[in-house]
Each structure stands twice: as C-alpha cells, then as structure tokens.
C-alpha cells in the first residue's frame, strides 16, 4: 500500500513543490564584477545545461504530439481554484499556470527560465531581476508581463494560502515592475536569502487583467478557473465525474528549449472514482489508460483481467530514485495525551511493518526510518563530527538520545500481528508515562482520563492497513478507533488540525530550503497545512537556519543529517513505507525515453501517444 501521488511531472500545486526544493542554483556568466547573470540558478555546483542547450537530456525532442493521457482522481472536487483554502480543488488545477524558472527531473536543485529568459542578482543574493520574454503570453493572447508578476506575488501574499503567504511575508521585502519585461524582488535583511531568488521564481504567475475585469475574488472556490499562460487550458468539467484539459493551439512557449519533448498530449482526462477499489475496477474497464498502482495487493493479484491476458496492458517498474515521500502516521502534538513521548514510542511500537509487509503487501515494501529516506541524506548511526559541529552548540536543549545513541530507527516487529515483546516494552512505557491499565483493561491516568487514539481515514483501501492497528492498540489497552471519513471531511479536518491521528507525507528535498520550515519550523505550527504534527522545536529551529545559512554541498548535508536525527528522536510520526520502483500498468499506446530521469516519471510531463499502436489496439477490441 504506497499512496503516493504522480502529480509531481506536471507541477501539480507549484506553490507546494517550489516551497519544498526551495533552493538556488546556477550556471552563471558576469555581467560586470558585482552581478551574476544567468539563465538558470542552482544553490552550489554549476548547472548541467549551457545557455544554449537544445533540450532536456532525458526527453525525446522528436515525441510526437497528439492522443490522449487518462488517470484517475479520487473522491470528487468542488473547485478548480488550487490556491484557495475554500473548497477541493479538482487534479491538476495548477496546470493552467507557469512559473518564471522551470525545474529539472535530472538534477536535484536546478531550475531554469521559463517565463523569464535570464536572471540577475549580486553575489550574496539579497535580490533578483527577472527579464521576461516579450514574446509570453497568456491563453486569452494578451501579453504576461511585470506587472501581473507583481501582481501575482501580491495577490499570493495577501490572499494566497496562509502556509504561502506567511513565508512570503517574511521573506520578500518587496517587488517592483522596472519595465513590461523587467521585474525586481528585494529580500528581507537578516535571512538566508540563498534560495529565494528561486523561491519568487516559483511562483505562480496570474493575469491582473483577468482578475481586475472579471471582479473574480482569488479568496473564492470557483469551478471557472484564472487565466494561466501554461500549454493547457480546460476543456470541460463535471464535478464529482471527470476534467479534461487540452492543450491550447497558441501556446507561446511551444519551442522553448526547456520545453522541446514535454506536454506532448492533446488531452489530459482525470476520471474521479468514490474509491479505491471501483477506480481499478474502472482501469480494468478502460475507462482510463494510465494508472500509477499504489495497492501492493491490487499489484500483486490484481493484474490477471483479460486485457492484461490479451496484452492489451502492460505491467510496468520503472527505477525510482526519488526521496521517499515520509508517508506516516502523524501524531497531533497539538493533543495533551500525545505530549509525552513515552505515549507516542508505546503507540509506535503497535505498528508492525513486518507483519503488514508480509501479510498484506506481498513483500514489495522497505520501512522508512528518515525523513531522508532513500538519499545519502539520511543520518546512520552515531553523530560524524560534521554533524556533531551543528548538534554541540546545541547540546543544552537537544535530547541526550541525539548524541548517545544511533539514529532513531523504528521499530522492528515479529511477521505475527502482535509482536509480544513490543506490546510489554509499549506497556512498561506507558506505565511509565502514568497510563495504567482499570478494570475494564482501558488505560487512564491519575485524573480519570482515558488515553484515546482516533485515527481518521478517507481510504477504503486503507482500512486493512489501519484495522490490524487499532487492535493492537487496543490489546495495549488504549481507546483506539479507526473513524471512516470522505475526502471533503478529511480536508476540513486537517486544515482545522482536528485530529487525533492521520496518514500524511513529510516531503523533503535533495537541497533543503525555506520548505523545512513549513513541515517542521516552530512558526508554522499553529497555520501550516504541511506542519499537521504541530511540531515545534527551537533546536530544529536553529538546524533548520543552519541549513539554509549552507555555503557548500558538505556542509549543507551535515546540517541536514543532524536536522534528520533529532526529527526521528523526538517520535511525532509512526513511519510506514516506500519502494524503489515505480508500479505503473497503462494501455501499450503510451511511450516514454529510453532512460528515465532519476527524480521524476514525467508521464504526463515527458511521455507521448503512440498513434498506430492506439489504432491497432482499437482494431483488436481493447477500447
């Protein structure tokens, strides 16, 4: 079981992704002694494409353009606004708008123009100008220029989502249209300002003048999304049923260099299903084509249908050398019983992967144990002196575990259900902590209180995962219960952090950046969507200033590494899984390069429609 989105190739929430790889990176050029100019940006190394590359290295710049790309969507959608905290908002609603730098799947910190053609900054970076190109524009033909970039950043920092608008707010000092195509942000004195001239380059890009005639409120759900400048615009919508995007015919930017063998379809159709189960049985159907399988007994027994017997469809592993996403249990600290740590260890040590690998995964699991999962990242055993020179001057509010012991890993289990030797460690802690088992075998602590446990659950397909749990919770006599909600609900809950318990993802980056402090900064504890946990710790504080004050690789990955040890010492997650493949099945009309990049699939960024195999599956009675 991985639910783990493929949103990530077509920019799925810019905003989020740009805010979590936040970083600057660069090929550069000098203008004159005190100013880097560049047509891209990367934080240390230099930038693996010239100024006058031809195309991506991992795209094919001769794919095809046509067909139509097919994916699934779960539950429904109200909106097809996605940076408004009203409503749900539909898949891909982000694909309307561009951003002035673009990033890149083959390199972990990159990014390079898009709407801007080159950039300008001094050395320390305390501020850029973007000079865009006169030739964007936006789907209705009017020009994108410097003003709706200001207007774009203001509107995002008054109205936008408060996780956004608050890092902006302490960030940018201001932002100034110097010409139609020039367009100055000036940083806040007293920052690391090392990734925010690509920060304010991943921005969403709006038009001022739709907004201004329109009158639209950017703070309200609609289903009649902005003007984008992007290669898609919407076709139709039918809420709770499906979207179709297709591409708009005078896409400005349609021989960019950044662009040649991308957005190779003419249609993008999401199908929304209630649940997890009718939506594979819609694929088996044909009701869509492409679909990234995230149920390891779906993959396991599920692919015996006859288009797979015919060939019809093709059962694929591409490599995956991504950063695991940190899918977990989450505590809500922000809950009194979750306060102790001792509570949150004894619930953990309830959680068997071994046994759910085994039982109900089919063995095609590996358990995450760092919020750097997969990388070199990740913090192995005791302290190195690189990272011992960020974690001793904070020794006095650190946890003796951080420099005493190996980097938290979680538990092991035996492959039965419930592991004995767990459930007394979990009860001695919990006993410990105050909780004593009554009577009625319910644990309360000395002022009557019982220790509850809800965990909330919009996934059917997630039940099997959660119920085995919650029974071993309660054999460790904790109120535990598994609560069944709809996806409209769980959104509600969250961003009003009423919860117990949810499954989330802690996504980290290659180069850490200002992202860090959205999932794990004392600041956003209290608004932050991405910071469910509530997190707060005025050591991560510092690590998290400490990395983004990095002015090398080496030291950056020291300081990340120790950000990574204290995070798993003190417990708010209960980690789950991850692969190192992708498991995809698709109809076999849809193609992609013969070597994928190591940081995305790209299938709805770099893959094309086969037209001849699509006719030949169609002569043969697959559709």
Not at 282 to 296: D, I, L
Not at 543 to 560: F, G, P, S, V, Y
Not at 611 to 621: H, I, N, T, V
Request: charged share 25%.
């Amino acid at each position: 079981m991985y639910f783990n989105s493929p949103l990530s190739t077509i920019r799925y929430c810019i905003l989020c992704a740009a805010l979590l790889s936040i970083s600057g990176n660069l090929l550069v050029t000098r203008s004159f002694a005190e100013t880097v100019t560049s047509h891209g940006i990367s934080t240390f190394g230099e930038l693996k494409y010239e100024a006058d590359f031809q195309h991506l290295e991992y795209v094919n710049p001769n794919a095809p353009k046509g067909g139509e790309m097919s994916i699934w969507g779960f539950g429904s959608f109200d909106s097809m606004h996605p940076y408004s905290t009203k409503g749900r908002a539909g898949r891909l609603s982000s694909i309307f708008f561009e951003t002035l730098l673009e990033g890149t799947a083959d390199e972990p910190d990159s990014a390079y123009g898009l709407l801007a053609s080159s950039m300008e900054y001094p050395e320390d970076r305390s501020e850029v100008i973007f000079n865009l190109r006169p030739e964007a524009r936006f789907s209705d033909g009017s020009p994108l220029t410097a003003d709706d970039v200001v207007f774009s950043y203001e509107i995002l920092r008054d109205k936008g989502l408060p996780s956004f608008r608050a890092l902006i707010e302490s960030e940018v000092a201001s932002a100034t249209a110097l010409s139609a195509t020039r367009v100055k942000f000036v940083f806040k004195e007293g920052i690391p300002t090392r990734d925010l001239p690509k920060m304010v380059g991943s921005l969403p890009i709006f038009s001022k003048k739709y907004y201004l005639e329109t009158g639209a409120n950017f703070e309200d759900s609609t289903l009649t999304p902005a003007i984008g400048s992007g290669p898609y615009v919407l076709e139709t919508v039918d809420v709770g049923q499906h979207i179709i995007y297709k591409q708009n015919p005078e896409y400005w930017g349609r021989n960019l260099a950044i662009n040649k063998g991308r957005h190779n379809f003419e249609r993008i159709r999401v199908e929304y299903f209630a649940d997890y189960n009718s939506a594979f049985e819609g694929f088996k159907a044909g009701a869509y084509y492409f679909r990234n399988e995230a149920s390891s007994k779906i993959w396991a027994t599920g692919y015996d249908f006859p288009s797979i017997q015919k060939g019809w469809v093709v059962k694929d592993t591409p490599p995956d050398g991504t950063l695991a996403n940190g899918q977990s249990f989450i505590f809500n600290l922000r809950r009194e019983q979750f306060r102790d740590i001792r509570v949150r260890k004894a619930l953990g040590l309830m959680s068997n992967f071994e046994w759910s690998n085994k039982t109900l995964f089919y063995g095609i699991y590996e358990r995450i144990s760092s919020f750097w999962e997969n990388s070199y990242l990740k913090a192995t055993g005791l302290p190195s002196d690189g990272e011992l020179a960020f974690l001793n001057p904070l020794k006095n509010i650190l946890p003796d575990t951080v420099f005493k012991a190996e980097a938290e890993l979680a538990p092991t289990s035996s492959k039965r259900q419930l592991d004995r030797t767990n459930l007394r460690k979990a009860s001695a802690l919990l006993d410990d902590a105050g909780w004593i088992v009554g009577d009625d075998g319910i644990r309360r602590n000395k002022q009557g209180k019982t220790l509850t446990l809800e965990i909330l659950n919009d996934s059917q397909a997630f039940d099997r995962v959660i119920n085995p749990f919650v029974e071993n919770l309660q054999r460790l006599g904790v109120d535990a219960v598994h609560t069944r909600i709809d996806n409209a609900q769980m959104t509600e809950r969250e961003r009003n952090f009423d919860f117990d318990m949810v499954v989330g993802n802690f996504r980290t980056s290659l180069t850490s950046g200002s992202g860090l402090k959205q999932y794990f900064g004392s600041e956003s504890a209290d608004y932050s969507i991405f910071n469910l946990s509530g997190y707060s710790s005025e050591a991560a504080d510092k690590l998290i200033e400490d990395i983004l004050a990095a002015k090398d690789r080496q030291t950056l990955n020291d300081a990340t590494r120790a950000l990574d040890r204290l995070l798993r010492a003190e417990v708010f997650w209960i980690p789950q899984w991850f692969k190192k493949k992708h498991t995809v099945a698709y109809y076999d009309m849809y193609r992609y390069p013969d070597k994928l990049p190591p940081y995305d699939l790209g299938t709805l960024d770099f893959w094309w429609f086969d037209e001849a195999a699509f006719d030949k599956l169609k002569s043969e009675g697959a559709f």
